[in-house]
């Protein structure tokens, strides 16, 4: 059951290049989302996609642009890596139903330097 | 604007222990809460979720409570266990505008279990 599925797991970047987050879940969710995990400041959301065809901007959009490609397939790319995009990044999917739990990936822990 | 804050942000007990991890938010206008846990270098695995309108919820040796009109949540652990031992994440789902929401996370308190 592989539920929320994240590559790479891991990613060393220079300042200027570009990358991108895949994401697949297997889960038939209609909402799926990018956050990122910076120490001592919780989950903030990047964006946001509550359906295929559509994507919203979260928190901190600045930097990043996402591709719903299909119902599972959700990417997330950062065109001209900086240091301050060095985070960890989940992508969780969910029902549409807002009581829905959000189910997460096990993250890219990237590395921009 | 709607803040959520996890007192401690760490602690640390011996096996055995029954225990509270508590979840304070600002503003009542949520659709529900939910508990998460989040092993090292892991991603987040849902706990519980209860809805604005449920007092709590259990599973297992968990038990989640809600109190919106204060703003407070609470996560019961019995009977504790090293296999608990992670950091535990508490997210509210805001109510911004009519079809509008937003799940703003708590900082997360880090349990250590000791045998």
């Known amino acids: 059951n592989a539920g929320v599925t994240q590559t790479p797991k891991f990613q060393v970047l220079k300042t200027g290049q570009s990358m991108t987050l895949q994401c697949a879940q297997d889960m038939n969710h209609n909402s799926m989302y990018w956050y990122r995990q910076d120490p001592g400041m919780g989950l903030r959301l990047i964006y946001y996609?509550?359906?295929?065809?559509?994507?919203d901007k979260g928190e901190v959009p600045n930097g990043y642009n996402v591709s719903r490609l299909n119902k599972r397939e959700f990417s997330l790319r950062l065109e001209s890596a900086a240091p301050s995009q060095t985070s960890v990044y989940f992508c969780?999917?969910?029902?549409?139903?807002?009581?829905?739990?959000?189910?997460f990936g096990n993250g890219t822990r990237l590395t921009v330097t | 604007k709607q803040e959520v804050t996890q007192i401690p942000a760490a602690l640390s007990v011996p096996e055995g222990e029954n225990l509270v991890l508590n979840c304070s938010f600002t503003d009542s206008a949520i659709y529900n809460l939910q508990w998460f846990r989040q092993d090292p270098g892991k991603g987040l695995t849902s706990l519980l979720l209860?809805?604005?309108?449920?007092r709590e919820q259990t599973s297992g040796r968990l038990n989640a409570s809600l109190d919106k009109s204060s703003g407070r949540s609470t996560l019961y652990i019995a009977a504790s266990q090293p296999g608990d031992s992670a950091t535990y994440l508490c997210a509210v789902r805001a109510i911004l505008s009519y079809n509008t929401d937003k799940l703003i996370f708590g900082t997360g308190t880090r349990l250590q279990v000791f045998p």
């Open positions: 209860i809805q604005s309108s449920q």
């Open positions: 996609s509550a359906s295929e065809g559509t994507t």
């Open positions: 969780a999917s969910s029902a549409r139903s807002y009581n829905s739990p959000l189910h």
